[in-house]
């Protein structure tokens, strides 16, 4: 079983108390053109929003922490931009500088970029256009009430690989709660911008299952795509 | 981004916008647009007008757990992303609460920005082992014999919870209970006022 990313925090502890903060606004400007930002680069199809999630997920554990929410927000648009051909972050670098009016090399560019990787043309990736309708080529395989186990899926490199389904729900027995739409699964988004449509489920996982001190009296429902389901014995 | 200050940030996300509309692929008056439609023209009102219709219309209560977008969608008057919504019902012996523990999904077109513990790893972590003790920090204590249900927003699908109507406001009418449901309520993380 692979190491969840950083992102996977379902079940982890270590996180800290749960500050229950009144505010829930936008703390700087930046942050709201962060917000307009994605939506619009959305809107326009430049990457597919699978593809948006998945980038966060490459960030060292630290710096998922320690980054603030809309921090991350910048950084996965900033990558999707330059990965899928839009931006270079070189010119990003020299229109930083221009704004800043600095003189010198004193805005370097972003954390962890090898000299020399910023000044290659990336290849330029069409447009992520989602087709209008998905429609699954099969019906559902599950039905409400069916007893199902969730699989175990290894990803071998996060950013480039994903998954929606949580580590803490996987190679878990449960109950389907919900026959859900058909959507695209995000997996073959994010590894090879195929737009897979499947039948999608809730599935109960009971309480006493997810961990020691589990609340026989608790469940968690997650929602998983058809592949990532198996009938239980 | 790691240890860069507010003015860096600043100027990256300006660096970033100014290059992008050149591009042509999006317009100024998107990016500012979209925002101020979160912020300002979609609250937990939505949800609480959503709410208090269910409390008072049982057909309608029986279409909104059936469909949940196009029920919504008769009450703010279109508009709802077509992304479906599921409506989860609390009742005498089954509490629902949201959470998505692997990002911040949230239904921003019914309720607006999402809190900022929502988005946090400390309640995405806990809220899916120890949901009950999750609660009582957000001052609900659950009988113990109350089951309680927690729905991981992991796909597209949005949840959102139908809190239970309280005692006592029999002659209120839609506008006054609306004014009862708060944005916790409607995520399961808090109850409506008595």
């Known amino acids: 079983m692979s190491v969840p990313g950083p992102h996977d925090v379902g079940g982890r502890g270590g996180y800290g108390p749960i500050l229950i903060e009144p505010d829930d606004g936008f703390r700087a400007e930046w942050e709201r053109k962060v917000v307009g930002l994605t939506y619009s680069s959305l809107e326009a199809e ?8 998945a980038r966060q997920e490459e960030l060292h554990p630290l710096a998922y922490v320690r980054m603030s929410y809309y921090e991350r927000w910048l950084y996965t648009l900033e990558r999707n931009l330059v990965l899928h051909g839009v931006l270079t972050e070189q010119e990003i670098d020299v229109r930083l500088q221009e704004i800043a009016g600095a003189s010198d090399a004193g805005c370097s560019s972003s954390d962890g970029s090898p000299d020399g990787s910023a000044n290659a043309a990336p290849e330029r990736l069409p447009r992520a256009i989602r087709p209008p309708v998905l429609e699954a080529p099969l019906p559902p395989r ?92 | 981004m790691l240890g860069k200050d507010q003015t860096y940030l600043a100027l990256r996300t300006k660096a970033i916008e100014s290059l992008l509309i050149e591009t042509g692929l999006i317009t100024e008056e998107s990016v500012d647009s979209i925002v101020r439609t979160y912020e300002q023209d979609i609250g937990p009102m939505r949800g609480a007008e959503v709410v208090a219709r269910a409390w008072t219309d049982p057909e309608y209560k029986a279409r909104l757990l059936e469909n949940g977008v196009d029920a919504v969608n008769e009450v703010t008057g279109g508009g709802i992303d077509p992304k479906e919504i599921v409506v989860v019902e609390n009742t005498d012996s089954v509490h629902n609460i949201v959470v998505c523990t692997l990002c911040s999904c949230y239904p921003w077109d019914v309720l607006g920005l999402p ?80």
């Open chain 1, 142 to 233: 599950f039905a409400f009430g069916d007893h199902v186990r969730t699989r175990v899926i290894a990803i071998e490199q996060l950013g480039d690989e994903h998954t929606r389904l949580p580590h803490y729900a996987q190679g878990k027995l449960g109950i389907i709660a919900r026959v859900l739409p058909v959507q695209g699964l995000p997996d073959a988004v994010v590894k090879c911008m195929e737009f897979r449509p499947e039948h999608t489920y809730s599935v109960q996982l009971l309480g006493s299952d997810l961990s020691v001190d589990g609340d026989p009296n608790a469940s968690v429902c997650v929602d998983a795509w058809e592949s990532y389901l198996e009938p239980a014995e």
């Open chain 1, 46 to 53: 430049l990457f597919p929003a699978d593809r948006w999630r």
């Open chain 2, 115 to 194: 809190p900022s513990w929502y988005k946090a790893p400390a309640y995405r972590s806990r809220v899916v082992c120890e949901p009950r003790a999750v609660l009582r920090e957000f001052g609900v204590v659950l009988d113990p014999k109350v089951e309680i249900r927690v729905w991981d927003s992991s796909s597209e699908v949005r949840y959102l919870v139908l809190p239970q109507r309280p005692v006592g406001t029999d002659g209120k009418s839609v506008g006054e209970l609306a004014e009862l449901v708060c944005r916790d309520a409607l995520i399961g993380a808090g109850l409506v006022k008595a």
